[in-house]
């Protein structure tokens, strides 16, 4: 059964503290990629990856970091540099760069 | 500067009837236009989708009209059901571009029974 799937689904941290979220895929995609949504607005990308040990940086990297060591992975650490890590952080997957990409169930974190 | 603009944050539609949402794009590059669905704590799921050589697509209830003289393409759904309700995402593409898929806001449909 094919997918994308990030955990936890729901997050705290204290303010202040490093925080990873997870995002896995078995559709063998070679891209994937991190977005935030905010109540009342679109997804914005924070970062994206197309083939392993590859990655760039999205319209909001600032406060955020990415590795890329294997095709099925795509962690995303929110550090504490990032100033409002509040929202709802979705991974997507496609076959490459130009194709359909498909999202996983998402991960709210909120920071105390 | 937002490329991809929906500028209804909601709408508001009886079961059975039209609904019609929006979306206008700024960016002359685009070339390849999607429709994502979203239910509330869940992730986007791609509903319809259109080329810029196209200027209609159709899929069952779902048919996506593309007006690029206009830089307008807009979603309908015929008929409506309650499980339509959810927040429609507007998304564009440039093939030849950043090659980075750009969304817009969002528009929440209520199908009300």
């Known amino acids: 059964d094919g997918g994308i799937t990030q955990s936890p689904k729901y997050l705290f941290r204290k303010e202040g503290q490093n925080v990873t979220l997870s995002c896995e895929q078995n559709l063998n995609h070679d891209a994937m990629y991190w977005y935030r949504q905010d109540p009342g607005q679109g997804l914005r990308l924070i970062y994206y990856?197309?083939?392993?040990?590859?990655?760039q940086k999205g319209d909001i990297a600032e406060g955020y970091s990415v590795s890329r060591e294997k095709k099925e992975s795509f962690p995303l650490t929110v550090t504490s540099a990032q100033k409002n890590p509040t929202a709802f952080y979705l991974c997507a997957s496609s076959i490459d760069r130009m194709s359909l990409q498909y999202f996983g169930p998402g991960t709210r974190l909120t920071v105390l | 500067d937002q490329q991809v603009k929906q500028n209804s944050p909601s709408l508001s539609v009886q079961e059975g009837r039209i609904s019609i949402l929006n979306c206008d794009y700024t960016n002359s590059m685009f070339d390849y236009f999607l429709w994502y669905k979203k239910y509330p704590a869940e992730g986007p799921t791609f509903l319809i989708s259109?080329?810029?050589?196209?200027d209609k697509n159709e899929d069952g209830r779902f048919t996506v009209f593309l007006n690029k003289s206009a830089k307008h393409l807009s979603l309908h759904i015929v008929p409506s059901q309650p499980g339509d309700s959810a927040v429609y995402f507007c998304?564009?593409?440039?093939?030849?571009?950043?090659?980075?898929?750009?969304f817009g806001k969002g528009t929440k449909l209520t199908v009300n029974p």
């Open positions: 998304a564009a593409f440039a093939q030849g571009g950043s090659e980075k898929l750009v």
């Open positions: 990856s197309q083939i392993v040990n590859d990655f």
């Open positions: 259109i080329s810029s050589i196209k």
